[in-house]
């Protein structure tokens, strides 16, 4: 996979360099481009926003430095263009499996009040563009957002992370919250790991594992459990 990443803040993609995508880019299983947005401004004061048509608070970001950059990084097309905006989609691990079957990405990283609307337009004359939304609260910018979505992207690719079965067991893979953790020392500060966890008993272990997540979903994200499949649970469920 390819991600290139445009923005007036390249510095604050830095952790694109750091731990297992850093790894991921070391083994070539990920190449990655940052590139500053005003590279494609032409004044001497490297401009890349003005007022907003239509009046309103801020300044919006100016579309000539955007087609420019979208044309040296995607002249044929061949990515998808990936834009973060409070306006978007709400980004998830459905979408984040939808993003790392993608061969390239473009994340246009916006700041202001947002990034004039005709470039989103005209690039999807020539590919995909997906408008995302981390959540319900307000950021300053979407290079933060870039750097939530590359990390859940990156952490599917193949060959990323050792051991694939914490992808098929973590939260958010198949409907609900996982089950709390333990590690050495068996008792800590006065609180024992549950005794089970050192039973032995791997079917017993997976049915306590399996109790727990069904009931802190049920406690923490209701939402969860109700959108599961019923044929997921199975009557031992249905009793907890
Ligand atoms: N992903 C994600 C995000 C973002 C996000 C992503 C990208 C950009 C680019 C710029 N900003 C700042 C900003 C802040 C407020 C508004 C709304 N204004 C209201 C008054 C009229 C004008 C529009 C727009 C732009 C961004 C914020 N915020 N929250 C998420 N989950």
Redesign the pocket.
């Given at each position: 996979m390819r991600i290139d990443v445009v923005t007036i803040f390249p510095e604050y993609l830095g952790p694109l360099d750091l731990s297992l995508i850093g790894k991921a880019r070391d083994s070539g299983l990920l190449d990655v481009g940052v590139h500053d947005l005003r590279e494609w401004t032409h004044d001497v004061h490297r401009t890349v926003d003005d007022t907003?048509y239509g009046g309103?608070?801020?300044m919006v970001m100016r579309p000539e430095p955007w087609g420019e950059a979208l044309d040296a990084l995607a002249p044929e097309g061949g990515a998808r263009l990936v834009?973060?905006?409070?306006?978007?989609q709400v980004?998830s691990q459905a979408m984040a499996h939808e993003l790392a079957a993608e061969p390239r990405l473009i994340f246009a990283?916006?700041?202001?009040?947002?990034?004039d609307q005709r470039v989103l337009d005209h690039a999807a004359s020539r590919m995909p563009v997906t408008e995302?939304?981390?959540?319900?609260?307000?950021?300053?910018?979407?290079e933060?957002?870039v750097l939530v979505m590359c990390e859940a992207i990156v952490r599917l690719l193949p060959g990323v992370l050792g051991n694939a079965d914490s992808l098929a067991e973590e939260s958010h893979a198949n409907g609900v919250l996982e089950a709390p953790v333990f590690t050495k020392p068996p008792e800590w500060r006065g609180h024992p790991v549950p005794e089970i966890l050192r039973s032995g008993d791997h079917g017993r272990i997976a049915r306590w594992r399996r109790d727990e997540a069904l009931l802190r979903t049920a406690q923490r994200r209701p939402d969860l459990l109700a959108a599961l499949d019923p044929g997921i649970l199975d009557k031992r469920d249905v009793a907890l």
């Open positions: 907003p309103g608070p801020g834009v973060p905006t409070p306006a978007g980004f990283c916006g700041r202001y009040e947002g990034i995302v939304s981390l959540g319900d609260y307000v950021l300053f910018g979407g933060v957002a």
